[in-house]
């Protein structure tokens, strides 16, 4: 029998992805939907891989069953961990409120001109915002279609960003405040042992 390599694994590299895209990100807008895309795909890790193995005794013994978990398995585990249950509400807010919990807290300009350095201009630019969180643009203002949209600009400025209500504890550790990048990239590391562990019971 061929080594089974379970299909969470590609949901892995979809977390992987998009962690590489919030390390990108242009803008606030940018990082806000690379984070959701990064919270939405580590969510689906789990639910592929208990889904896959929903039916394999050695699995649901080590992972454990969804209705009052035992101590000692990972469903135990996930449910009492400060940083997954983080992951799993941000997961749930994403999906019921829309993309929140990112705060930008200072932006330095070092140079910007509006009339050459806002590249790619879309249909119906009638102003342009400056925020804490970046260069916008307001469209079509006043009717239907009015939107305020980040400007692809060549400005020179940084921004400072923060992630509210972060967990400071991770499988009994103090881990303190960590930023979002760092945070994200240590709950990946989390779900690929998940991963890694499940592929050894299942091909043992």
């Given at each position: 029998m061929d080594y089974l390599i379970p299909r969470a694994k590609k949901n892995l590299h979809q977390c992987e992805?998009?962690?590489?895209l919030m390390e990108k990100s242009q803008n606030l807008e940018e990082l806000e939907i690379n984070f959701a895309a990064f919270v939405v795909s580590a969510r689906s890790v789990t639910f592929v891989l208990q889904?896959?193995?929903s039916k394999n005794k050695k699995f649901i013994n080590w992972y454990g069953k969804k209705e009052d978990p035992k101590k000692g398995t990972k469903r135990?585990?996930?449910k009492n961990d400060n940083l997954c249950k983080f992951f799993v509400e941000t997961r749930n807010n994403v999906e019921k409120k829309g993309i929140t919990g990112i705060q930008a807290t200072a932006m330095?300009?070092?140079s910007f001109d509006s009339t050459q350095d806002i590249k790619n201009k879309p249909d119906g630019i009638d102003g342009t915002i400056i925020r804490a969180d970046g260069i916008f643009l307001?469209?079509?203002s006043g009717t239907p279609k009015a939107d305020i949209i980040s400007a692809v600009t060549t400005a020179t400025f940084s921004s400072e960003f923060i992630l509210k209500n972060t967990p400071t504890m991770h499988l009994s550790k103090n881990i303190g405040r960590l930023n979002f990048f760092d945070l994200s990239k240590l709950y990946y590391e989390y779900l690929k042992g998940l991963v890694e562990e499940a592929t050894e019971i299942v091909n043992s």
């Open positions: 992805y998009h962690i590489s889904e896959e193995f135990f585990e996930m330095k300009i070092q307001t469209v079509y």
